[in-house]
């Protein structure tokens, strides 16, 4: 076979472009300074190949709607209630999972652990570019994984890695990490925009064309991307992020994207000595520790996919005699957090343009949905007249520029958790009196806006 020539290209990290010259900006993304030199192999044309047949190659036909066979996805349970609750249900047979996170925040300890459940339905081969055998056994022995029919290969030669599935035919591959696998057919070093691509599109092709379900966990760089091209997250089927920190006890499993279910859902786990251990009920978890007659402090409910979960926001606001006073917002989004002190101070009568602001999310928790807006200022109000609010009170509904207070979607599943976890008071928008199915215990308190909440509330 005759081999190609190589050549010197330049391919953008975040968006996978490819450019026979080095510029200071990215056509295709407009990123700067992201384009890397790299060697490839130009691949030869070839000659007497018909529109049907090339080579070897099977070409398939265009099809029409109907003509596709209406078959559905057959999934399997991995042992980890969390985990399949992110997934959409479980894993997907045939499919290619991403999970990235930063090192050591739990992706090697959740995968190793799956490993147990996933052995008992199949075969499963787990490589490794990171640890040897022995390594892995230990760490393996720690978590209390038993399995008979789970293989570990320490490669990083694709080539080798798919004689191993050839040789093995496992039901789950499990790759640690893609950033140190590369193929013989790229000269450029393992971790390269190009190696990281044609290794993701060989396994990709390996899950789709023998039905084998492939996790590949993928490190992040310093913005909390997967290292490598951008493309590389449009390749697989889902990518999931562990999130939390390597400092934390608890991490929070994100869905960034699935084909196979939603992007909303979240799992919730606990870091111990024997590894990780499901948070069935993410919201006692959340809501443990909190203190009594606090002000600054309230607990809203907030909709994680199907499932609703309480969180507290506490605010602090500190008089500040300098011109510029300081603003910081962590697990809210900052320009919201801006937007919700300016509606406070304008049309809720609180001078707080002299102070220092902070609001925070207990438990890392990152709350991207309006619904949080009215506890948000609930807590702000009670920390600049230092008043605080009641432990029993719960606050729900978004909060728009002249001070109203705006219904909410899934009310009732919210309520529903509010009344389960003991909270005596649930302070929400008036527009949602027609749909309530109002919880035995649980007193409801109907306002219009910010000032009726403060009244509401006692602040």
Request: glycine residues 12%; charged residues 25%.
């Amino acid at each position: 076979m005759a081999k190609g020539k190589e050549k010197v290209v330049f391919f953008c990290s975040d968006c996978g472009n490819e450019t026979a010259k080095w510029d200071g900006q990215c056509r295709a993304c407009g990123a700067w300074n992201t384009l890397v030199e790299e060697t490839v192999v130009a691949k030869p044309k070839t000659k007497g190949k018909t529109a049907m047949t090339r080579g070897s190659e099977v070409i398939t036909r265009a099809k029409t709607l109907d003509e596709v066979e209406n078959v559905a996805e057959i999934r399997f349970d991995t042992g980890m209630g969390e985990l399949n609750r992110v997934l959409g249900g479980g894993a997907v047979r045939g499919s290619l999972v991403l999970i990235g996170g930063a090192p050591g925040v739990g992706k090697s300890t959740l995968m190793l652990q799956i490993c147990g459940q996933l052995s008992e339905f199949g075969r499963v081969l787990y490589v490794s570019g990171e640890e040897s055998q022995r390594q892995i056994k230990m760490r393996a022995e720690r978590l209390g994984v038993e399995a008979k029919d789970l293989f570990l290969l320490p490669e990083t030669n694709l080539e080798q890695i798919c004689d191993a599935v050839g040789e093995i035919k496992p039901d789950t591959l499990i790759v640690d990490s893609i950033q140190t696998l590369y193929t013989d057919e790229s000269p450029s070093v393992p971790g390269s925009v190009t190696q990281v691509k044609q290794c993701t599109m060989r396994l990709m092709n390996l899950a789709k064309g023998q039905g084998l379900t492939v996790f590949v966990i993928g490190h992040v760089n310093k913005e909390g991307d997967i290292a490598g091209p951008r493309v590389l997250e449009h390749m697989v089927d889902c990518v999931l992020y562990v999130e939390g920190g390597s400092n934390l006890s608890y991490k929070i499993l994100r869905a960034a994207k699935n084909r196979f279910g939603s992007t909303n859902e979240i799992g919730v786990f606990e870091m111990t000595g024997t590894g990780l251990r499901e948070v069935p009920n993410p919201s006692e978890l959340l809501l443990s520790g909190r203190p009594e007659n606090a002000p600054g402090t309230c607990v809203t409910s907030v909709m994680e996919g199907t499932r609703p979960v309480l969180a507290e926001i506490q605010a602090l606001l500190v008089p500040n005699p300098a011109k510029h006073p300081r603003r910081n917002a962590n697990g809210i989004d900052f320009g919201r957090a801006a937007l919700l002190l300016a509606v406070a101070e304008k049309r809720g009568g609180l001078a707080i343009g002299g102070c220092d602001a902070y609001i925070n999310v207990i438990g890392g928790l990152e709350i991207d949905e309006p619904a949080a807006d009215l506890a948000a200022i609930l807590a702000i109000a009670s920390s600049y007249r230092s008043k605080p609010i009641d432990s029993s009170v719960v606050a729900i509904g978004e909060v728009g520029l002249t001070g109203e207070i705006r219904t909410v979607t899934g009310i009732n599943q919210r309520l529903a958790e509010i009344a389960r976890l003991g909270f005596a008071r649930c302070v929400l928008p008036v527009q949602d009196q027609e749909k309530l199915v109002k919880p035995e215990g649980l007193r409801l308190t109907m306002v219009k806006t910010i000032r009726d909440a403060f009244m509401a509330v006692g602040i």
